[in-house]
């Protein structure tokens, strides 16, 4: 699966899938095949980090 390349874009998109299909960031990725730091990278460029507690990136 494509995932959208601007960063602010990609927040929004992670965080509705978080918020509405998806347990944890892990099982996101799994089910996207695509590797945990590949989104975590390009999120923290614009200073978010996944937060478990919340299960959104924040």
């Not at 927040?11 to 960031?25: A, G, K, Q």
């Not at 590797?35 to 990278?41: C, F, Q, T």
């Not at 923290?44 to 990136?57: A, T, W």
């Amino acid at each position: 699966m494509n995932l959208p390349n601007d960063p602010v874009i990609l927040l929004s998109y992670v965080n509705t899938l978080l918020r509405d299909e998806y347990p944890s960031f892990e099982e996101l990725c799994k089910s996207l095949c695509v590797p945990e730091e590949d989104i975590s990278s390009k999120l923290s460029s614009i200073g978010y980090v996944y937060d478990p507690n919340s299960n959104s990136f924040r």
